[in-house]
């Protein structure tokens, strides 16, 4: 635990927690909950639902579309251990520890962040699925799934510098 006596001076990089965990661990756990909610639960679609050769109404589509899922799956869960060991190594380094604002506003933000890169990218740039492609894959459904997470990025971005702001005032407060 850092005291005050152990505290690192004012103006150094370990005054203050590490963004990198917790922006890793929104955008991996973004992914689990896209992966989730919307491939298994809602069924809406899977990761090459809307590519040729790939139908979820054939075995053979729906063998390729669970594989491409299982790969995204893998990926989410390399991206969440990579934001534990980061905030690990960070704290064996001395950083502090986050507020929840600070923490939770970079999970949103990364969270955020995810859902905008896999929305361009696979919606509208590569057309490998759409957010309802159980409806034909209309371009609304996609673009409020943009809006919905340019909220989250702004909104938890704000949050993060809130957490930020109260960790200045109580560095300031104690000095």
């Known amino acids: 635990m850092v005291t005050r006596e152990s505290a690192p001076p004012t103006g150094t990089r370990l005054d203050r927690p590490d963004r990198a965990p917790a922006f890793l661990l ?25 590519t040729p050769g790939h139908p979820v109404t054939t075995v053979a589509g ?14 989410a869960w390399v991206v969440v251990v990579l934001g534990v060991v980061l905030t690990i ?7 502090l520890a986050p507020t929840w604002r600070f923490q939770v506003g970079l999970l949103l933000a990364g ?14 740039v590569l057309g490998i699925h759409h957010v309802r492609d159980d409806l034909g894959g209309p371009l609304s459904w996609d673009l409020g799934f943009l809006a919905v997470s340019a909220a989250l990025l702004v909104g938890g971005w704000v949050l993060h510098e809130a957490g930020l702001r109260e960790l200045t005032t109580a560095r300031a407060q104690r000095n």
């Open 26 to 50: 929104g955008v991996g756990l973004g992914g689990f909950v896209d992966g989730i909610v919307v491939h298994q639960l809602l069924q809406w679609h899977h990761m090459v639902s809307d």
């Open 62 to 75: 729906l063998r390729a579309n669970t594989l491409a899922d299982g790969i995204f799956h893998s990926l």
């Open 89 to 95: 190594v960070s704290w064996r380094r001395g950083r």
């Open 111 to 124: 969270w955020g962040a995810f859902n905008l890169v896999e929305g361009i990218v696979d919606h509208q």
